[in-house]
Nanobody, 123 residues
């Protein structure tokens, strides 16, 4: 079992920055790939970014590439999502998921999920 807790969400103006964190407890964290997904009201959960267990591989959806950076510190059991130049359309609940089988851009392989953190971009 892996327990995940997202923190760091909040209200930010367009063009601003925010860093959200995903803190894990339980099994060996480096055994898991971690993905960030987001879900806006009335929309399906969509992929944002993912990072491999050792941090050597990353993936991004096109709409955030160049603005968001995913990283991890396995010594702290934490994955970060640095979000810069935020846009109104980035508003959503952000979830992190952990997968032991695949560095995936779809939710299916992620077995463990956090409760989510709200990110609101508004002027």
């Amino acid at each position: 079992q892996v327990q995940l807790v997202e923190t760091g969400g909040g209200l930010v103006q367009p063009g601003g920055s925010l860093r959200i964190s995903c803190v894990a407890s339980g099994r060996t964290f480096s055994d898991y790939h971690v993905g960030w997904f987001r879900q806006a009201p009335g929309k399906e959960r969509e992929f944002v970014a993912a990072i491999s267990g050792n941090g050597g591989l990353t993936r991004y959806t096109d709409s955030v590439r160049g603005r968001f950076t995913i990283s991890r510190d396995n010594g702290k059991n934490t994955v970060y999502l640095q979000m810069n130049n935020l846009k109104l359309e980035d508003t959503a609940v952000y979830y992190c998921g952990a997968s032991s089988v695949a560095l995936s851009t779809v939710p299916g392989p992620y077995r463990f999920w956090g409760q989510g953190t709200q990110v609101t971009v508004s002027s």
